[in-house]
């Protein structure tokens, strides 16, 4: 534990924290301009008063940040919540991929393997990326959409170059039949598809997750970077090319990089709510520190061992939490932040001027195409020049 504490704390001496719970945050309070005060109406008991505002709010941030956000028990909760590994573990069986927990065990038969190679050169220059898009099998349009922006080598110089690779993983839609047939067509037609018989659901979602992972780690030669990407983030890949260089990847080490989410996230434990997890399955009250679900990176080397410690802990339906979160913890991995990560909630905007890297939202497809293209030159400043 103290190990994963210190490695946090070079992490963090080297890349500035943008999380949601701090950056917007303070950047807000400086922005917030000084208080105008008519000087004949300023009484002593006023300075007083703005005095000690001030000098509350600084103490406020500076313990704020001092403090730690898990208790000892809380810490020690989650370490123990880990179960004796069985003999059954998370393997690629050729024909078909097991993902394995504690307590539940799936075999995802093969139906359709992609036919872009996914492997890249022994000896690149540059870190080598491969991006596995989580996908619905009925977002026929939306994956359109992505071969024409995100993942369109007309876009992006480290795409163009052959260092960044995409895949997109799916499964079978339960309720119209239909669905699966024209995927499969497309799927003969692209050839970048990565379809096994899994039932595309929410709740397989941590499935999907680790089963992209056990693909990329397995069967594709020389990548550094592992990718897990949502079909609704937009995303530059020139942007993380510019970030690589500093973040001194090797494919043996043991890194997660995303947008971290700070140690101490509640869990809910009340039944019929969004990211309900039961205590049985996970009892701890806190999550430990995560990278958020829509957009995050690991090296080949953490995604296999997260694979080999996938059935020491019971599965829960919140992926992030568990595959970047609890099984980091397991690997004692170095988790490192990446900036210009942002989310629905009114963090940006397409008129912000902020730098993107990537911006999960809630765009419809024409609207993410018209997006894509609009912030281009603006957001992102390192991307590929037309
Ligand atoms: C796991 O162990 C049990 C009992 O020890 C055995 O019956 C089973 O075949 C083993 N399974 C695998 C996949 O090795
Ligand atoms: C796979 O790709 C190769 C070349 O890229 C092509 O010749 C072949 O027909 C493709 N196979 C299928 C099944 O699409
Ligand atoms: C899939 O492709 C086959 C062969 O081209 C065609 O006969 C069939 O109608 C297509 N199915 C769907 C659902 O589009
Ligand atoms: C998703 O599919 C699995 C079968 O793979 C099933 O057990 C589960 O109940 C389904 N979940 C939902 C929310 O439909």
Redesign the pocket.
């Known amino acids: 534990m103290l190990k994963r504490a210190e490695a946090q704390h070079s992490t963090q001496k080297t890349f500035k924290k943008e999380s949601p719970y701090r950056f917007d945050y303070y950047e807000q309070l400086l922005a917030t301009p000084p208080m105008r005060i008519s000087s004949k109406k300023t009484n002593i008991t006023n300075r007083i008063i703005y005095a000690f505002i001030i000098f509350a709010s600084i103490t406020l941030l500076l313990w704020n940040q001092s403090a730690p956000l898990l208790t000892e028990s809380e810490r020690q909760c989650i370490l123990d919540e880990t179960y004796p590994r069985g003999n059954i573990s998370s393997a690629d069986l050729g024909e078909s991929f097991r993902i394995a927990f504690y307590d539940v065990q799936k075999t995802f038969k093969i139906l359709q393997l992609p036919?872009?190679s996914c492997d890249f050169a022994e000896h690149s220059t540059s870190t080598t990326v491969l991006m596995m898009i989580q996908t619905r099998a009925k977002s026929f349009t939306r994956r359109n959409v992505l071969r024409e922006t995100v993942i369109s080598a007309k876009n992006s110089k480290i795409v163009e170059d052959g260092n960044m690779k995409f895949i997109f993983v799916t499964g079978q839609n339960e309720e119209d039949e239909k669905v699966n047939e024209i995927l499969e067509n497309e799927s003969?037609l692209y050839?970048d598809l990565l379809i096994t018989d899994m039932h595309d659901n929410y709740t397989n979602l941590p499935f999907k997750a680790l089963q992209s992972i056990l693909f990329a780690s397995s069967r594709c030669k020389n990548v550094d970077l592992i990718g897990k990407i949502d079909e609704d983030v937009i995303f530059y890949p020139d942007q993380l090319a510019k970030l690589l260089p500093g973040l001194r990847i090797e494919a043996d080490t043991n890194l997660i990089l995303g947008d971290l989410w700070r140690e101490g996230v509640m869990v809910n434990h009340e039944p019929d709510t969004k990211w309900y997890i039961p205590k049985e399955a996970y009892r701890c009250n806190r999550f430990p520190q995560y990278a958020a679900g829509p957009l995050y990176f690991m090296t080949r080397q953490a995604a296999k061992d997260i694979l080999k410690v996938s059935n020491g802990r019971k599965f829960i339906t919140v992926e992030d939490s568990l595959i970047t979160g609890l099984y980091s913890v397991d690997i004692n991995a170095e988790n490192i932040h990446l900036p210009m990560m942002y989310y629905h909630h009114g963090q940006t905007t397409d008129l912000s001027r902020r730098q993107l890297l990537s911006w999960h939202n809630k765009k419809n497809d024409e609207q993410f195409r018209m997006s894509f293209f609009y912030m281009l030159s603006t957001r992102c400043l390192p991307c590929k020049k037309f």
């Open positions: 036919n872009v003969r050839g």
